[in-house]
């Protein structure tokens, strides 16, 4: 059995906390995992057990793919264990946004913070940033994302 990891990133370091829980399933458990974007994902979508999808918050909301792809296979991800990490930079998750969230029928689902990285964004999102009053800085917390993808093994992601 395969657990499909999809990685919605504008980014990239929510790819790599994707990657990372592909990383600790596959070594640390034994399973056999691929990670897709959320173009990507879908052809793997009938032939695998499990689903993990990992999606950051953007500007107060999920990320627009990454909504999409939860949204368009809603019918699918039913029939498989489905688990939902969203990733942002904020040091928790807008109850509003954890109830959207929770909408989604996951077995499980976390809120693994991300990175801000100054140097990666435009001009126009360094404002947004800047005007939100949010901190810039990488606040993944790799043992957290690490013990999140581990446990996953238990609950259907094998
Ligand atoms: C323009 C912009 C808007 C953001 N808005 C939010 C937000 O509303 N809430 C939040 O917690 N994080 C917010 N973030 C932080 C992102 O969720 C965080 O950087 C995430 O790790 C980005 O993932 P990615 O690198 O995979 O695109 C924002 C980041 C940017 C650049």
Redesign the pocket.
Known sequence: MTTLVVAS???????EIAERIAEVLRVNKGVTTVVEDTKDAPKWLATVDAVVVAL?????SL?KAGKAFLDTHRAELADRSLFIAV????PELDPKLQAVVDAYGARDTAYLR???TEEK?GFK?KM??KL?K?QFGDFRNWDAVESWGKSLAARGAN
Request: hydrophobic share 25%.
């Open positions: 990133s504008q980014h990239g370091s929510t790819r950051p918050v953007y500007g107060g990320d990733s942002g930079g904020s991300g990175a801000v964004l999102d947004l940033i939100a949010g």
